[in-house]
């Protein structure tokens, strides 16, 4: 089945710095999503990207959909102390004739910042 | 987005005993889907639900132990049956936009057994 390589594991960085995250994977996904996760709450969705090569900005977050349709990157700016969480990407894909939308979801980046 | 309601929000258990989870949503949807997060690791599907269906599970979960209602286009459940200590997680309902492609996620209950 699929598998999301996210990287890094773990990010320690200080307030202001910009961050970068991403994921890859051996399988093609119609649709990447990127979902941020608080302690005690459920994922909440970022940023959805839908064609390669999209770039999609939200606010201070941009993220792309790789050519390949195979991974895909997330970058922070001028990070905050709000941004401390929980990212993770996620590839949705539909099963042939199943006509459901299934989400595969990466490891996840836990994002530390400094003030 | 949706707006998704999860009941019980945490549960204390023991060994043997079954929770039913529920799961509300403010509109209709047609796919509703629920995931386990153990401790410290990323969200597996345990199985999606449809109105008027059973559910179709994934690898590694079965009927017995995690039964699935989805009585009506706004509502699900999930029982966690003759539970033990490894069914320790939080599960998590969530909604396919069909409009968008895009899933929402409840709060999620946290459930530990004892």
């Known amino acids: 089945g699929q598998q999301l390589n996210q990287s890094p594991q773990s990010m320690f960085i200080q307030e202001g710095e910009d961050v970068s995250m991403n994921c890859t994977s051996s399988?093609?996904?119609?649709?990447w999503l990127w979902y941020k996760q608080d302690p005690g709450e459920g994922p909440v969705l970022l940023i959805a990207?839908?064609?390669?090569?999209e770039l999609t900005s939200n606010g201070r977050l941009t993220a792309q959909f790789g050519i390949t349709r195979k991974d895909s990157f997330l970058n922070i700016s001028a990070s905050i102390p709000s941004d401390v969480g929980i990212y993770f990407c996620?590839?949705?894909?539909?099963?042939?004739?199943?006509?459901?939308?299934?989400?595969?979801f990466g490891k996840g980046t836990k994002l530390s910042v400094i003030p | 987005s949706a707006v998704i309601s999860q009941k019980p929000s945490r549960d204390i258990c023991q060994r043997g005993t079954s929770l039913t989870i529920q799961c509300q949503v403010d509109?209709?949807?047609?796919?509703m889907f629920w995931y386990r997060q153990q401790p410290g690791q990323s969200l597996t599907l345990i199985a999606t639900?449809?109105?008027?269906?059973?559910?179709?599970?994934e690898s590694g979960f079965v009927i017995d132990k995690f039964p699935i209602s989805r009585p009506n286009l706004t509502f699900s459940t999930l029982t966690v049956s003759n539970m033990s200590p490894e069914d320790s997680s939080i599960y998590l309902c969530?909604?396919?936009?069909?409009?968008?492609?895009?899933?929402?996620f409840g709060p999620g209950t946290r459930l530990t057994v004892l």
């Open positions: 969530s909604v396919d936009s069909s409009v968008f492609n895009e899933q929402f």
């Open positions: 399988s093609i996904f119609n649709t």
């Open positions: 990207l839908y064609k390669a090569g």
């Open positions: 996620a590839g949705q894909f539909e099963p042939s004739g199943a006509g459901s939308y299934q989400l595969t």
């Open positions: 509109s209709q949807v047609t796919m």
């Open positions: 639900a449809n109105q008027g269906s059973e559910a179709t599970y």
